[in-house]
């Protein structure tokens, strides 16, 4: 049902990157569900969390390992969430963790766990820990594509994005993996997403570059509007490069990098859209004409929510007053409906608060018709915007969150 | 599809108001669109109305309307909303008022007009002043339930309410017709309300007492967390019972309404929910234990709206992961998710942050089988409280609002 998604890229080594796959049989069987990053020692690692107040166990360990040593490795399991675990939740993520430093020889503190399924099941430390040694012994530069099986959950392909850029006789590169389909309104992450460079940079710089890309990005993403337990963005800096480390976002090599990163994060976002659950439509929805960008970005999102417009979406139906009822009912301060203008696919639907004069059923049908939908909607207030991509809502949808579990 | 909604009650005549319906053959042939309330001289009339700043033409007609002259009559057609219409729409709208006012002989200001339907086309005023005269006709005080249907769109059942009770000696009847099974996400107001009582009441205690079982019924209740730019719902006070005018809510009298007319809502509000589109559940979402209501009102609404967990209801499925995963992220401040509980069906399924030691899958499915369901979520942070009702989603919902206008 994937939506324009193109074939996972090939991804070339990251120096500084090996990844190993393995099958713990955590929920199914003949599936790779355990997923080794090892990292070279002094890359920098930066990462964004869920906001979610039933954040994860292993997200909590995350956070707090993150800032104790040089993170060397990323341990992720897919088939169960460890989330909705309360204490022993901790612990056995804990155990992982252990596990892993102990076949390799680093401290606890260098392990970042991750885990993504079902919520709220004991996780199977003994199946995670069984499986490692084998996930370490087929480390290589080259299992990208693995990687991206290894970390799917409802998704139906794998989600990758590699670009690469030169700077003053270097060149550097990016790549990166994501996964998710469903439960996905990031706040503050994805997810998951794990994007990897050669460049060499300060982990603060790191860290600011994430956090500002994340949200225009992952942060602009929404399927169903249900904030997950788990989400997690890990962006790592080899520094394999050759480069003189960055040491502050202005550097003209951070705004290179900048550009190139976006692109990579911008692309494994929305790769998790055209994958969503049960979607037939990418859809960008663009909201121009703000006074301030929040009001922008909250009738981008009330939009993308809307079911009565998903549904609309999924059978073609340029039922355009629906779009127009959820902005009135946006709670945008000020709003005069008499200048709300829409259009759709480049046609105009609907300006000073009723159907264009020229609009013809026709037009809203030829509008609707492609698989890629961009709607814009000005407010005619002030000259702030904001860009949110989302899905349609399906029968497809209702049967795969009616059957997850059972 | 409609869960538990029982048979159109016997509503026997409300002293002062008569019913007349028509075909006018706005959307479909041989189906009761206009629907007409009389109301006899004197009677106190009040409203509440949608807050969506897209309102339709009507409502903004109606409001006006309501505060210029003595209420006589209101003319409700079904088949066409009348909303996203600019300024023609406001003037279709008062040429059915005119049409009405001249066959009646009393000042257009008297008349209060209702639509509900298709968004964004223009209302056929000919085809609603055709078929007035047919409507008048055929007044009566018996046509409750010809009234109850006529109001219909896509609700598969007509949906009613009568109470009495006795004060003092002597009898008062609150009787009401509402209609609504998508785009209700009621704020202020519901779809379409009318709820008559011959009771004598001052209109600013009639209206004083509609706002607040307002918010304890219509503004309660969720289906698919949409704004409807036509929500009304409208009280009438007859003083046909023989009462003294009551003057101020503190009067006895008036409490023992509030009780009789809390009931005649809430019935009408639950009938919405229960034929909400595609419903095969009707659902109690009660959140304890805040610290104010509005953040128990906020977090009972997000677990009502959720995609996630309307389909895991749809399923019966006892995923109550998603239940807390949505409690998480609703924005509760302080809270602690290791105090949070979470009873469903009176089984206690999660408590200190995670499953309850004692639950088994098995409580959880008993628990998710009835088309009754009551979750019970305490936060564990203070004494206040709120109650909302909604349905769950299902294959059914996505069929009638992808195929609504096709």
């Known amino acids: 049902m994937a939506v324009g998604l193109h074939d996972f890229p090939l991804i070339p080594e990251i120096k500084g990157i090996r990844i190993g796959v393995a099958e713990a049989g955590i929920k199914k069987p003949n599936k790779k569900d355990v997923v080794i990053f090892e990292l070279c020692e ?24 993150l800032g104790l040593a040089g993170s060397r490795y990323l341990l992720i399991n897919t088939g169960n969430a460890n989330a909705g675990t309360g204490k022993s939740g901790l612990e056995t993520a804990l155990k992982t963790c252990e596990a892993l430093a102990n076949e390799t020889g680093v401290s606890v503190e260098a392990i970042l766990p991750f885990s993504t399924g079902v919520i709220g099941e004991p996780l199977p430390v003994a199946k995670i820990v069984a499986a490692i040694p084998s996930a370490l012994a087929n480390l290589s530069a080259d299992n990208w594509r693995s990687a991206g099986v290894g970390i799917m959950t409802t998704d139906t392909l794998p989600k990758g994005s590699i670009r690469t850029f030169e700077f003053d006789g ?71 490069a050759g480069n003189t480390k960055v040491t502050s976002v202005d550097e003209p090599l951070a705004q290179a990098f900048i550009v190139a990163f976006t692109e990579v994060m911008q692309e494994l976002a929305h790769a998790i859209v055209r994958d969503g659950e049960g979607a037939t439509k990418f859809v960008t929805v663009e909201v121009v004409g703000a006074v301030i960008e929040s009001d922008a970005t909250k009738v981008a999102f009330e939009i993308a929510h809307s079911p009565l417009v998903k549904t609309a979406l999924f059978a073609s ?52 018709a492609p698989q890629e939908i961009h709607i814009v909607l000005d407010l005619g207030m002030g000259v702030e915007s904001d860009i949110v991509w989302t899905t349609d809502f399906s029968h497809e949808y209702v049967t795969i969150n009616a059957e997850y579990r059972t």
């Open 317 to 368: 139906d340029p039922n355009w007053g629906r779009i127009l009822a959820v902005v009135g009912r946006a709670g945008v301060e000020g709003l005069d409906v008499d200048r709300v203008q829409l259009h759709i696919n480049g046609f105009e639907v609907a300006r000073d608060g009723g159907r264009s004069p020229d609009y013809l059923e026709e037009h809203g049908k030829q509008a609707m």
């Open 170 to 240: 270097l060149t550097y590169s990016i790549a990166g993996i994501s996964k998710g389909a469903g439960m996905i309104r990031p706040n503050m992450a994805t997810m998951l997403g794990y994007v990897c460079s050669d460049i060499a940079m300060d982990v603060d710089v790191l860290q600011s570059i994430l956090k500002d890309v994340v949200n225009k990005s992952f942060n602009r993403i929404t399927v169903d509007s249900d904030t997950s337990t788990n989400d997690s963005c890990i962006a790592v800096a080899t520094g394999m």
């Open 42 to 65: 002094g890359a920098s690692v930066a990462g964004v969390f869920t906001q979610n107040a039933f954040c994860a166990a292993p997200v909590r360990i995350c956070q707090k390992h």
